[in-house]
């Protein structure tokens, strides 16, 4: 095999360039992959686009395993936009508008609606935020606060989730980062062990309801809320908006057409993954099949029930699921593109050379702090954590794995510093859904989040940091008390009453 020494990281550090300067993550994986397949086709440009095509991507969409995970992929974009068509989530969330009285319990409220809508990060910013928009206005909170709730939970719930498209585009990310390497391990549950240690999801999820025991709030947020109380005051707040909580069809949602779906989604996979432990051991086979079978099961009854309550018949509904699979083509795309340059990364042989490069300048049980920090920034500048996922997991598995560095910690640094950039982005899908959910102005959502989403930020770098030197997922415990007790201590310093 030949030694393609410097030029064997020139592939990934164009596709990272070409991410954060043209903010276009497929042009920037196909430009990382074409610019490798030019270097392993001796610089003839005709031979570099055949074989970028015949040996990387026809093989990597015929292989067995990414076949699978499209497919699924396809199955649950089918069923989330069926579920948000059915306005199931809406109609759950609607009953839980209904006990709530206070600015403390309505904000709990639509953070635990986020947490319960964890199946689709876009559609948790355009169900919860338009239901709980007109309960805000009523309890006088400003829309910032409610974006801030929504973007918060979006994606740190989703990515949480494995059986989700999140999960399965990660595991399909790890699948083949392994392979590269000639690890061997069973995706899911390399997943499982990457779980605990995804202290960004976990920080952020916990940080509103501290925030809210302290019932204040601080900085832009603190001033966005004395803004709206003067325009309350002065009566320059319109109050006959829409409340467009309510369905705006004739048959208005029942909250069955979420619970009965989510159950029988539920009930498939413990059914599915309970036969194979009891019988031969569950393999990522069983776990891709059994995610299909219970999406395919779920999106029949939400159909079913659809048609039942709604009058819509099974053709809409099929229209509907077809729909939410195109939704999910980009995804597919990135995967593609991400599998091929991770394949030709392996053929020159980036990841042993960027070791090489480090040698025994930095400890192995620091690269996931330096991996969480180009994470975050490169998620913060191209506005994509899927992208983000993409392009630093072929990078760093092969960095961590020959420098004998945390491999799991490695991974979750990956996911947790993609997830902390996209949060705080401008330029985020979800960080503008969250804006748009909350009818808040992008510019105001993304100064008034900021400030607190870098007190997350800084604690989950605190962890990484501790873990490299105790790597146990207690240490979340530990980071948990130091949040909360930095949380009181800023509020107190320069917090404002605000939430009674």
Not at 335 to 340: D, E, I, K, P, Q
Not at 373 to 396: D, E, H, K, N
Not at 422 to 442: E, K, N, R
């Amino acid at each position: 095999m030949s030694d393609y020494g410097f030029l064997s990281i020139l592939p990934p550090a164009l596709s990272i360039f070409l991410a954060v300067y043209t903010r276009n993550i497929i042009f920037a994986l196909t430009a990382g992959a074409i610019g490798g397949s030019f270097i392993l086709a001796d610089f003839n440009l005709f031979f570099a686009i055949t074989e970028l095509v015949e040996k990387y991507i026809f093989v990597q969409v015929t292989s067995g395993s990414n076949t699978q995970v499209i497919v699924i992929m396809f199955a649950i974009g089918g069923f989330v936009h069926l579920l948000t068509k059915s306005g199931g989530a809406r109609s759950f969330s609607s009953v839980m508008v209904k006990f709530i009285s206070t600015r403390v319990r309505a904000q709990l409220a639509a953070w635990f609606a986020g947490i319960c809508i964890f199946f689709t990060d876009s559609g948790n910013a355009l169900i919860v935020g338009p239901l709980f928009k007109p309960v805000f206005r009523e309890l006088r909170i400003c829309r910032e606060k409610l974006a801030y709730i929504v973007d918060t939970t979006a994606s740190p719930v989703s990515i949480l989730v494995p059986f989700i498209s999140w999960g399965i585009y990660i595991m399909s990310l790890i699948e083949n980062s392994y392979n590269d390497v000639g690890i061997e391990g069973e995706a899911y549950q390399v997943l499982l062990s990457v779980w605990p240690y995804q202290f960004y999801a976990f920080l952020a999820l916990i940080s509103i309801p501290m925030m809210l025991s302290t019932g204040k709030d601080y900085g832009p947020m603190a001033r966005a809320q004395r803004r709206y109380d003067e325009a309350v005051k002065n009566g320059l707040v319109e109050d006959d908006e829409a409340d467009v909580s309510q369905d705006s069809e004739s048959v208005t949602p029942k909250i069955s057409t979420f619970v009965i779906p989510l159950s029988i989604l539920l009930l498939t996979m413990v059914v599915y993954f309970s036969y194979f432990v009891m019988n031969e051991g569950v393999q990522s086979i069983h776990m891709r099949g059994g995610i299909f079978t219970a999406y395919i099961f779920a999106s029949v009854a939400c159909a079913y029930l659809m048609k039942k309550n709604m009058k819509i018949t099974y053709d809409d509904c099929l229209q509907h699921y077809v729909r939410g699979m195109q939704k999910l083509v980009f995804i597919c795309m990135v995967l593609v593109l991400a599998w091929s340059l991770s394949s030709i990364c392996k053929e020159l042989q980036t990841g042993f050379y960027l070791a090489s490069l480090i040698g025994d300048s930095i400890s192995p049980d620091f690269i996931p702090v330096i991996v969480f920090t180009l994470g975050a920034v490169m998620s913060f500048a191209t506005g994509s954590s899927y992208g983000t996922f993409a392009i630093l997991m072929i990078i760093v598995v092969p960095v961590a794995y020959t420098l004998n560095a945390p491999l799991v910690l490695t991974i979750a640094a990956v996911l947790s510093g993609g997830l902390f950039g996209d949060h705080t982005s401008p330029i985020s899908d979800t960080t503008v859904l969250a804006s748009m959910g909350a009818d808040c102005p992008h510019i105001d959502h993304v100064s008034t989040q900021f400030s607190y989403a870098i007190v997350n930020g800084f604690m989950t770098m605190l962890a990484f940091l501790f873990a490299a030197f105790y790597p146990s997922p207690m240490v979340i415990f530990f980071v948990i008390v130091i949040q909360y007790v930095t949380i009181n201590i800023i509020m107190k310093l320069f917090g404002e009453k605000t939430s009674t």
